[in-house]
């Protein structure tokens, strides 16, 4: 499967994203979606997860109440809706297709990533 991340840019403190991760070789309705990022000098960390069908979902303490993760199978596509974006959020984020149908909350739990797209906020 390949995975193509978009919708990343230069936004202003307070501002939002809607961030794309398309899929294609693959149908991803049977597995579970997360968004991870990595900021400059960081370790790779889980932002945002969607199970299979969309019915369950779980996020970092960090972005809560600030990001929405979403997908529409029938578009093989997941979103991740950023909102109130804080210069702490700038990093490359990843789409990662998970092994299995719940939301990969871990690195060893997917099995796929997309190219990342750089978000970078200013304050």
């Known amino acids: 499967v390949q995975l193509q991340a978009s919708g990343g840019g230069l936004v202003q403190a307070g501002g939002s994203l809607n961030l794309s991760c398309a899929a294609s070789?693959?149908?991803?309705?049977?597995?579970?979606m997360g968004w991870f990022r990595q900021g400059s000098g960081k370790e790779r960390e889980f932002v945002a997860g969607?199970?299979?069908?969309?019915?369950?979902?779980k996020y970092a303490d960090s972005v809560q109440g600030r990001f929405t993760i979403s997908r529409d199978n029938a578009k093989n596509t997941v979103y991740l809706q950023m909102n109130s974006l804080k210069p702490d959020d700038t990093a490359v984020y990843y789409c990662?297709?998970?092994?299995?149908?719940?939301?990969?909350?871990?690195?060893?739990?997917?099995?796929?990533w997309g190219q990342g797209t750089l978000v970078t906020v200013s304050s």
């Open positions: 990662g297709n998970g092994v299995g149908r719940g939301w990969p909350w871990r690195l060893s739990l997917v099995r796929d």
């Open positions: 070789g693959r149908t991803l309705s049977n597995y579970g």
């Open positions: 969607i199970n299979w069908n969309g019915g369950s979902t």
